[in-house]
């Protein structure tokens, strides 16, 4: 069985979007203790300056996201 839990892998990017600031707190807490690089938005205005860095692995987007 493979082992998928990568903690210390930095190539291990995660982008969240909600506009709510406690969810994306909670997220990036839970996700950066187990080894993941997370990049947290509250403002999807924002991310598109971002994504222009670099890619994800695993995006987490709040779909009904108020701007």
Known sequence: MENYNNK???NNRILIV??????TT??????????????AFNDPIQ??????NGSYNLA????KCQT
């Open 26 to 39: 909670i997220y990036t807490l839970g996700l950066q203790d187990n080894g993941f690089k997370v990049d």
């Open 60 to 63: 987490l987007l709040d779909y």
């Open 8 to 10: 210390g892998d930095n």
């Open 47 to 52: 991310i598109l300056s971002d994504l222009k």
């Open 18 to 23: 909600d506009d709510e600031v406690g969810i």
